[in-house]
């Protein structure tokens, strides 16, 4: 079996696959699946027939995260508590980009996952990657007429759900520091200063972790003791630290040095509105090494 090779426009445009595939799925393992699947399907086709090579790796890769993605809803339905999708370490500098940073933000692939499958395909490939209607319509399997209704649909399914942020990412950072300092010192109060008072905690344990909470926390005392209470209990071994997780300012949960959990925020109106803690260790994997994705 062939491996992909520089100047290979597979290896060209791995970084768009992947953050396509990602963006499709939540998950970076399946996403890394996808792209093995597509280099396959993409290695047995006879080159001198493509005349866009971008377009057609889209279309191997959307197909392929369509298969994973109707297997892995049905996964889902069976997983233990909340589901939060898979974080990844990100460079400060894909914040630059605006659309693309809230397209891999947790929040955003935590609203994506309320959307079907063809929907969620439509929605990515239009909305982040402004793909031709043609050419996703080739790529889901449906006419343009359709793929065009998908989209308005999605479109207006996501702008009902997605977070009311206009925070720019130092002001995050600033609160997160802030969040950092008070988890660290114990501080009640100084949590209550940053969390807004309905603010909503997420916590992904898959089952597996103790003390992950099984169903969100709301308000912002309640919230404050629940985490002042694990700080506590972890008798000083657990450290909260700042990190760059999906393109936003987020937090790194050390306990005796391992890597016990990923914290993303979303801040609206200078406070933390929305807390989404990704504990559950078959997805912490991919935190130590920074993820190219692009667009």
Do not use: C
């Not at 090779?5 to 696959?17: I, M, S």
């Not at 793909?131 to 207006?156: F, L, M, N, T």
């Not at 005796?256 to 807390?275: E, F, H, N, P, Y």
């Amino acid at each position: 079996m062939s491996t992909p090779v520089p100047g290979d426009p597979f290896v060209a445009h791995r970084n768009l696959l992947f953050t396509v595939a990602y963006e499709m799925l939540g998950s970076a393992a399946d996403a890394e699946d996808v792209l093995q699947e597509s280099w396959l399907r993409w290695s047995a086709v006879d080159r001198d027939t493509v005349r866009d090579p971008r377009a057609y790796l889209v279309r191997i890769v959307t197909r392929q995260a369509l298969n994973h993605l109707r297997t892995a809803s049905r996964r889902r339905e069976e997983y233990v508590g909340e589901w939060l999708p898979e974080p990844l370490l990100t460079s400060p500098d894909v914040a630059d980009d605006v659309e693309l940073a809230e397209s891999v933000s947790i929040a955003m692939l935590t609203v994506l996952e309320t959307l079907g499958p063809a929907e969620r395909a439509v929605f990515v490939l239009r909305e982040v990657f402004d793909v031709p209607y043609d050419e996703i319509a080739d790529a889901v399997g449906k006419s343009p007429a359709a793929v065009r209704q998908i989209a308005h649909r999605a479109k207006d399914h996501v702008a009902a759900r997605r977070p009311a942020v206009s925070v720019v990412p130092s002001e995050q950072e600033q609160i997160v520091e802030r969040l950092v300092a008070a988890l660290n010192r114990g501080d009640i109060q100084g949590l209550m200063d940053v969390l807004a008072p309905d603010v909503v905690s997420v916590a992904d344990g898959g089952g597996k972790v103790h003390g992950a909470a099984p169903h969100p926390i709301v308000g912002a005392l309640r919230l404050a003791r629940y985490l002042i209470g694990g700080m506590k209990r972890s008798a000083g071994a657990l450290v909260a630290s700042p990190t760059w997780v999906n393109a936003q300012p987020g937090i790194r949960m050390e306990l005796d040095g391992q890597l016990v959990a990923v914290v993303s925020i979303t801040v609206v109106d200078g406070r933390v509105a929305q807390i989404y803690s990704i504990a559950n260790p078959d997805k912490l994997s991919r935190v130590d090494a920074e993820a190219a994705v692009a667009r």
